[in-house]
């Protein structure tokens, strides 16, 4: 019983679709693995740091809960230079920085941050971030 549920938990790795505008407008489809996020046929490293705690998830994706769900804070670097879709950037003219997950039954959402220091997530600082570039929206 215990192992069905653990199996059950959903996951930011694999292989995810474009659902959203901004992503379909932006990155098309993304994957996700231990050490690496491809967006398109570029690979970027990334480092996970932390997992993400219920409200941070529901502070950055505007949730009123988290419904089970579990997110992932990540460091990475990606420059306002590397262009994808429609000739679009993560972050304007800042690096992508920081990646947040959040990933719920077969659905993904995915907040990009610039700034060199640790995203703060609560509703307020959220409110008057400049850091927050965007949050896009995927499925399994």
Known sequence: MLTGSLSSAAQDKGY???????AVAIT???????????????????????KVD??????????????????????????????????????GSDD????????VDRNLQVAFFSGSDLPVMTRDALVNSTDLCGIFSYVH
């Open 16 to 22: 995810w679709r474009a659902s959203g505008s901004t």
């Open 28 to 50: 098309g489809d993304i994957s996700i693995s231990e050490t690496k996020l491809t967006i398109g046929y570029s690979p970027f490293t990334i480092a996970q740091i932390r």
């Open 54 to 91: 219920a409200a941070e998830l529901e502070a950055v994706f505007d949730l009123e809960t988290t419904n089970g769900g579990s997110g992932n804070l990540y460091r990475l670097n990606i420059p306002p230079s590397r262009r994808f879709l429609h000739h679009n950037s993560l972050c």
């Open 96 to 103: 992508a920085q920081w990646m947040v997950t959040y990933a």
